[in-house]
């Protein structure tokens, strides 16, 4: 069982910068392949990017250049930095857990309650 928390998100201007923070407890954090999702309101959720076991990373074109995720494995905790921000990026960021690691969202055993990240234009 992994329970996630995340923290981070608020309401910057365009342009601007968010750091978002996953908090997983448990001791086999390690063993699982971390994703950060996102769900914009009347829109589906979407993959946003993911971390694998040894650290290699994939993204969604749309976050390419702009979006690095990262994990720690000794503090349990996965990362999402944003920037150059666009209005279209405000949705509810969510992290998951997998231990298949492909980039579709059922896949993804865990999940946090969600960040609301908001841009402003």
């Known amino acids: 069982q992994v329970q996630l928390v995340e923290s981070g998100g608020g309401l910057v201007q365009a342009g601007g910068s968010l750091r978002l923070s996953c908090a997983a407890s448990g001791r086999t954090f390690s063993s699982y392949v971390m994703g950060w999702f996102r769900q914009a309101p009347g829109k589906e959720r979407e993959f946003v990017a993911k971390?694998?076991?040894?650290?290699?990373?994939y993204y969604a074109d749309f976050v390419k250049g702009r979006f690095t995720i990262s994990r720690d494995n000794a503090k349990n905790t996965v990362y999402l930095q944003m920037n150059s921000l666009k209005p279209e990026d405000t949705a509810v960021y969510y992290c998951?857990?997998?231990?298949?690691?492909?980039?579709?969202?059922?896949?993804?055993?865990?999940w946090g309650q969600g960040t609301q990240v908001t841009v402003s234009s």
């Open positions: 971390v694998g076991r040894s650290g290699s990373t």
């Open positions: 998951a857990a997998s231990s298949l690691g492909y980039r579709d969202s059922s896949s993804y055993n865990y």
